[in-house]
């Protein structure tokens, strides 16, 4: 277990076991998260890419884009490029869950499967399925009636799957205005919550991973 699956399994034990966490406690994660993204991962990031990179003998700007649980996006653009030396600092805004200098600058980290899309059939025809995962997650809730969901009492990562309150570290969606759905699992997570729902509901919905 790397030292970023210690961190993030130690804060869901704690979810588990129904701690609520201090506002310097989440400060301290962040920044926990924030030196070993930036002692670990960057500098194994890039040397895992750098053989590659040397094959091109011009100039480029690669710009990576990482979200949970979906495919590495990396683009090729003619922005002006932007150096940034190791040892110099970054700051973390935890509420937007990136690093940022003083111009806007983010980055991602480890890759998933190609094959994330979630694709829900309903028996009346009605199809939902988005380019990521998250997204059907939420609006296949919100077609079934989250207040239907909210009543089933489902659990995940010690936070209710559909709550009234916003968790203080884990990524949800904001169904309606107080009404949080919450998003952070893996695709085949989302299916089998799906199915669950589904089952106990007598919805006879197909939850496929495409």
Do not use: W
């Amino acid at each position: 277990m790397t030292q970023l699956e210690k961190l993030y399994q130690s804060i869901q034990n704690l979810k588990e076991l129904g701690v609520q966490l201090p506002d310097k406690l989440i400060e301290e994660t962040n920044r926990v998260e924030e030196e070993i993204i930036k002692k670990d991962i960057i500098p194994a990031l890039s040397e895992t890419i750098s053989p590659f990179i040397q094959q091109i003998q011009r100039e480029i700007i690669l710009v990576v884009e990482y979200v949970p649980d979906e495919p590495l996006s990396v683009r090729l653009t003619r922005k002006r490029s932007m150096t940034i030396p190791p040892e110099q600092d970054l700051s973390f805004d935890s509420k937007k869950k990136a690093f940022t200098e003083r111009e806007t600058f983010t980055i991602s980290s480890h890759s998933k499967s190609s094959k994330t899309v979630l694709n829900v059939k309903f028996p009346d025809g009605k199809n939902i399925s988005h380019r990521f995962a998250y997204d059907t997650f939420v609006d296949t809730i919100k077609s079934i009636g989250y207040e239907k969901v909210r009543a089933l009492n489902l659990v995940c990562c010690g936070v209710p799957l559909v709550s009234g309150t916003k968790d203080d570290f884990y990524a949800q969606h904001e169904v309606t205005k107080g009404v949080y759905v919450m998003t952070h699992s893996s695709s085949k997570t989302k299916k089998e919550q799906l199915d669950e729902i589904s089952k106990k509901l007598g919805l006879g919905l197909k939850v496929e991973i495409v």
